[in-house]
Every structure is written in C-alpha cells, then in structure tokens.
C-alpha cells in the first residue's frame, strides 16, 4: 500500500512507519527517511520556514516518483508525507518510508524518492532569519543527487 499525503499539521514519523509495516507479515524491513527543519542555513540562524506548493500538481507529482521506485525494486508499500505551512527548528518536515521483503531494496528505493523528490516536487522555501525573509534557492548537490540515479537502471 502506497500513501501521499501533503499537509499543514505536524506528524508522528513512528506512528506512520508503524501504520506501513502493520498486519504484513511479508515485509523484511523498512527503511525511513525524516527531513527535519534545522535552525541554521547558509550560516544564519533560521527561526521559521515556511514551505508552499501547488496543490494537485505536487501530490501528482509524487505520485509519478513513488510509481517509478515501485517499478525499479519489488515493494511491499510506501509512505511519503510532507509538511506545508509554517515550521519550528526540529519540526519533522518530510517523511519517505519505504517497506520491502529485503532490506536493499527498501534503502535503494527510500533513497531514490528522496532524491527525485527534492528536485522534481514543486515545493518553495521561505526561511526567516534576524536579517528578514528570503527564499531558498534549489541546491546543486540535488541536482547530482538526482542525476546519479539516471545512470542505474
């Protein structure tokens, strides 16, 4: 089973792994990745962030990404949850876990919906610091991030 869901309250990363893995008694592991807002960025002290998206055209996009892991490895079920709205220094802002029969498989695709996701899901970064708000700017390091999987098939 496979879940998406984009929204503005806070959640529980084990109350969700915990909902993947329950009742199959087939999944050999589960693998999770939890994004948290930290309260440093490019050397200043963040106090807020603020994340947006365009709503349908996000949840579809993710949609296509976790479509794609599921026809790269053998998956029990997915969830991937992301945060919108205002967030606090330590506030989980994403989850991605992935359940499968071995554990390859679920580090692979965990890290590949990561990856896919923080470069080709619309979402937008306005950080609060001491000197005011600014947008954040897509890093490099995903783009490479993203690009390494196109060499796997």
Not at 9 to 15: G, Q, R, V
Not at 62 to 78: H, K
Not at 92 to 118: M, N, W
Request: glycine share 6%.
């Amino acid at each position: 089973m496979n879940e998406i869901r984009i929204q503005s309250e806070p959640f529980d990363p084990n109350i969700e792994v915990d909902i993947l893995r329950a009742g199959n008694p087939a999944i050999g592991g589960v693998v999770s990745f939890i994004g948290l807002m930290r309260d440093i960025n490019e050397g200043e002290t963040v106090s807020t962030m603020t994340l947006e998206h365009y709503p349908g055209m996000t949840e579809k996009s993710l949609q296509t990404i976790v479509d794609e892991a599921n026809q790269r490895w053998d998956l029990l079920g997915s969830r991937v949850v992301h945060r919108v709205g205002e967030m606090k220094p330590t506030d989980p802002i994403v989850l991605v876990a992935v359940a499968s029969t071995h554990r390859g498989e679920a580090f692979q695709a965990c890290e590949f919906i990561i990856d896919f996701l923080k470069t080709r899901a619309p979402f937008w970064k306005k950080e609060s610091t001491p000197e005011g708000s600014r947008w954040v700017d897509a890093r490099h390091s995903d783009d490479e991030a993203e690009a390494r999987w196109k060499l796997k098939t």
